[in-house]
């Protein structure tokens, strides 16, 4: 049981580059999310899905996209990358909506755009 | 919209030292959940606990414990006898109905020995 996997664990991009940050979990878990942590600061939702097929905007949403085609997987994309989006990102996975179970996390990817 | 506060940013403490990390939110939701996670020096999240909106029984874990105040909106989490292993950055998040979820800044603890 391997919980939730990241990769990679670290990237550094040119600014204008894309990419995509993996994220896996083998728990069955319906819900799945995406979060950025800067220096002094907590996690800001990006995105979040509540099943596959289903996404929604979170509280930074903006030059990232999400798809979730399946129950394991939900990557995140970098359309064209900026100094802004050097951050480390955390993918998060729970049984139900996140609403009255705990988060499960991965290693986080530490993400520099230069 | 809702808002986690964690207004104390940096804790130091000695040894064996009581600590209370204080955190206050803000939401129009009727059911919310709220959470603490420890996010040691190695980076990892670790979850500590969760409180439904409607159950404001406090809980004890061995050192630690948590007191839900609705009418206060604070959930606020005590390490008793604090230990050098407990330093780390504290996070306190609420996610509501819909499943959104926002943390407060973080509180970063240090036990000296």
């Known amino acids: 049981n391997a919980g939730v996997t990241q990769t990679p664990k ?28 800067d220096p002094g600061m907590g996690l ?3 995105h979040y899905s509540v099943g596959a097929g289903i996404t929604d905007q979170g509280e930074v949403p903006n030059g990232y996209n999400v798809s979730r085609s ?4 939900f990557p995140l994309r970098l359309l064209s990358a900026a ?16 609403s009255n179970t705990e988060a499960f996390f991965g290693q986080g990817t530490r993400l520099t755009v230069v | 919209a809702q808002k ?7 804790i ?13 939110y803000e939401t129009r939701d009727t059911t919310y959940y709220l959470f603490w996670y420890k996010q040691p020096p190695s980076g990892e999240l670790v979850f500590l606990i969760r409180r439904n909106s409607f159950d404001e029984q406090n809980e ?3 050192r630690y414990s948590w007191n839900f105040q609705k009418s206060t909106s604070s959930f606020n989490f005590t ?14 998040a609420l996610t509501s109905n819909a499943g959104k979820s926002t943390f407060g800044d973080g509180t970063t603890l240090t036990v000296k020995p």
Request: proline share 1%; glycine share 2%; aromatic share 10%.
């Open chain 1, 10 to 37: 670290f990237q550094v991009l040119k600014t204008g580059q894309s990419m995509t940050l993996q994220c896996a979990q083998d728990m069955n878990h319906e819900y799945m999310s995406w979060y950025r942590q």
């Open chain 1, 44 to 46: 800001r939702l990006i």
């Open chain 1, 70 to 73: 399946t129950t394991e997987d």
């Open chain 1, 83 to 98: 100094p802004s989006q050097t951050s480390v990102y955390f993918c998060a996975s729970s049984y139900s909506r996140a």
């Open chain 2, 4 to 10: 986690v506060t964690q207004a104390q940013t940096e």
């Open chain 2, 12 to 24: 130091s403490v000695v040894e064996k030292e009581d600590v209370t990390l204080d955190c206050v």
């Open chain 2, 60 to 62: 004890i874990s061995g």
């Open chain 2, 79 to 92: 390490i008793t006898a604090s230990q050098v292993v407990d330093s780390a950055v504290y996070f306190c």
